[in-house]
């Protein structure tokens, strides 16, 4: 199976040349590189939330393979959907599916269902690729994207996806790919904002669960965030670090209603 890319052209760079011009623009080459366990980075077009996305993967070492757990923003496919065999392509290459992982992951969880469907159109994966293709053009690819559903199944797949990676013995980084509040003026956003980081910056998925719905934050990846916190934590995690929050209305200058991102580094206790 081939996932071709569907938002090449829409938001980043179709050609390659000009797609590694864009990225080199928003990564810190010389930032100081630190074992992480995951990451939350943002998934809009890369005008508005690569600086914050580069910021972010910039800061960490890579490993071999990466688990990218997306929203569903197009409403197909399965609810809990994982590819576990096949390519994705990007102007930069292609990049393989860690099969044995992904099954691992598919037989050890009572939600993830294998689907191709759910992953045909959506963005939240795909933006993410290219910046790992930058600085790492083999690694390799579990795909994961989440429906809306209750806090319990994100925090099962969060489980699940720590136990496979315990018996399968690899090393990976686990991706959410999220926005944060979603059409808001500047302040209402960044004060919502705020609330989430710091639920997730205490690696408490369960208060981030209860501040999404309390406060009506529109974050839109908040369940792949709940899944991240609880495989991290299954995994060694012990702190978590705000590279960087900026708004879409950093780059438009329009602050009446902006959209928010945030990237996040989960570290264990070395």
């Known amino acids: 199976m081939i996932r071709n890319p569907v938002v090449a052209g829409q938001f980043y760079?179709?050609?390659?040349?000009?797609?590694?011009?864009?990225?080199?623009?928003?990564?810190a080459e010389r930032a100081k590189r630190e074992e992480v366990i995951g990451l939350i980075s943002p998934h809009a077009g890369y005008i508005y939330s690569g600086a914050v996305a580069g910021a972010t993967i910039s800061r960490i070492r890579f490993k071999d393979t990466f688990i990218i757990l997306g929203p569903n923003h197009t409403g197909m496919g399965k609810p809990f959907s994982i590819m576990t065999e096949g390519v994705w392509k990007t102007p930069l290459g292609e990049v393989g599916i860690d099969s044995e992982l992904g099954k691992q992951l598919l037989a050890g969880s009572r939600y993830l269902e294998e689907d191709y469907?759910?992953?045909?159109?959506?963005h939240s994966i795909e933006v993410q690729l290219p910046f790992l293709q930058y600085f790492k053009p083999d690694f390799k690819l579990v795909p994961i994207i989440l429906a809306h559903?209750?806090?319990?199944?994100?925090?099962?797949?969060?489980?699940?996806?720590?136990k496979?990676?315990?018996?399968?013995?690899?090393?990976?980084?686990i991706i959410a790919s999220s926005d944060m509040t979603h059409y808001e003026p500047q302040a209402s956003a960044q004060k919502k904002d705020d609330?989430?980081?710091?639920?997730?910056?205490?690696?408490?998925?369960?208060?981030?669960?209860?501040r999404v719905d309390r406060l009506n934050i529109s974050m839109c990846g908040f369940g792949p965030a709940v899944s991240l916190l609880a495989a991290a934590k299954e995994l060694g995690a012990k702190k978590a670090e705000l590279v960087k929050?900026?708004?879409?209305?950093?780059?438009t200058g329009d602050y009446s209603?902006?959209?928010?991102?945030?990237?996040?580094?989960?570290?264990?206790?070395g």
């Open 257 to 269: 209603s902006v959209v928010g991102y945030a990237g996040i580094i989960i570290k264990g206790g």
């Open 164 to 173: 496979a990676v315990k018996e399968t013995g690899r090393e990976v980084v």
């Open 195 to 210: 609330k989430a980081i710091e639920a997730i910056l205490n690696l408490d998925e369960d208060e981030l669960l209860k």
């Open 13 to 27: 760079p179709a050609r390659a040349s000009a797609l590694k011009a864009t990225i080199e623009t928003m990564v």
């Open 117 to 122: 469907l759910a992953h045909l159109h959506e």
């Open 245 to 251: 929050y900026q708004t879409s209305g950093d780059t």
């Open 149 to 162: 559903a209750g806090g319990a199944i994100y925090q099962e797949i969060g489980r699940a996806i720590a």
